[in-house]
């Protein structure tokens, strides 16, 4: 990340636009050569591999973003704890409905430890949206992260099922239903 920080503004903007571009590539499941991430981002290929030696950096920048915007969406000032957590939770289905392609794409060339950051972001903030929604009152206090953690690789694991979505809506309601305070 420090590394980020130090980009220069145009290669932070070549940077973004790799990024983007592979995020969308990877969200439709479409099958490119590694070289040809550069002309969809609008780059040459040094500059591709200058930021991402690798089809797998590249998987990985794209994961940690997402996972990053994901924890990001669940932090709304606005909105109760309790409110937080039903919309993180809900909108983990539409997250993972979204990115089945860049998924398919970690498994095949990802580094465990990268998906293990992933999911230690992911679990650091349920853990929290978790703990401040207990303090609200808005759920059981005595319900542990890891029984959510399940739940939801549960979810993501399942997500070649044929009726996926709507299995997974409701297990999110079930899930959501057993967390609420009595």
Not at 61 to 83: F, I, M, T
Not at 121 to 131: D, I, N, P, Q
């Amino acid at each position: 990340m420090a590394e980020e920080r130090a980009l220069r503004a145009d290669a932070r903007r070549n940077r973004d636009s790799i990024v983007a571009a592979a995020r969308d590539v990877f969200d439709r499941d479409e099958q490119l050569r590694f070289d040809d991430f550069a002309a969809r981002a609008g780059v040459g290929v040094g500059t591709l591999y200058r930021h991402f030696p690798t089809r797998e950096a590249l998987a990985a920048a794209v994961y940690e973003g997402e996972v990053a915007a994901l924890c990001n969406q669940a932090h709304d000032p606005a909105r109760s704890a309790g409110e937080n957590l039903d919309i993180f939770l809900r909108g983990f289905v539409d997250y993972v409905l979204s990115h089945t392609g860049l998924a398919r794409t970690l498994a095949a060339v990802a580094d465990p430890t990268v998906l293990a950051s992933g999911g230690i972001e992911l679990e650091r903030t349920v853990a929290e949206l978790m703990s401040r929604a207990a303090v609200e009152g808005a759920i059981r206090a005595d319900v542990v992260v890891g029984a959510v953690m399940i739940v939801l690789h549960g979810i993501a694991s399942a997500h070649d099922r044929p009726l996926w979505v709507p299995e997974s809506r409701s297990a999110v309601e079930l899930l959501l239903a057993g967390l609420k305070a009595v």
